[in-house]
């Protein structure tokens, strides 16, 4: 499995919230199967999105897309940081 976590600041945590959900099927279809949405203990606009994906391939394109910059726009986002991520392990303690 290959995965996407995204680190940035947004405006507002529940205004980005909304925007976020209505991309759930544009996620979907372009290769999002899981996803986490995490924030800082200390900072609610901090975000952290941490998603599974078909490929990294398909989660380059898809946040490397002009319809994306858009809508990191219309939600607030500020700097986002991607990193893409092969899962080398997984198990439970």
């Known amino acids: 499995?290959?995965?996407?976590?995204?680190?940035?600041?947004?405006?507002?945590y529940d205004s980005w919230k909304k925007v976020f959900d209505n991309a759930a099927d544009i996620r979907r279809e372009a290769?999002?199967?899981?996803?986490?949405?995490?924030?800082?203990?200390?900072?609610?606009n901090q975000v952290v999105h941490f998603s599974?994906?078909?490929?990294?391939?398909?989660?380059?394109q898809f946040f490397e897309s002009p319809q994306l910059v858009e809508i990191r726009k219309e939600a607030g986002v500020k700097s986002p940081e991607f990193i893409y991520l092969e899962q080398l392990e997984s198990g439970i303690l």
Do not use: C, F
Not at 1 to 12: G, K, N, P, S
Not at 31 to 44: C, F, I, M, S, W
Not at 52 to 60: L, M, P, Q, Y
């Open 52 to 60: 599974a994906w078909t490929s990294i391939d398909n989660a380059k």
């Open 31 to 44: 290769g999002e199967r899981t996803y986490q949405v995490l924030k800082y203990a200390d900072n609610p």
């Open 1 to 12: 499995m290959q995965y996407v976590l995204i680190i940035h600041e947004v405006e507002d």
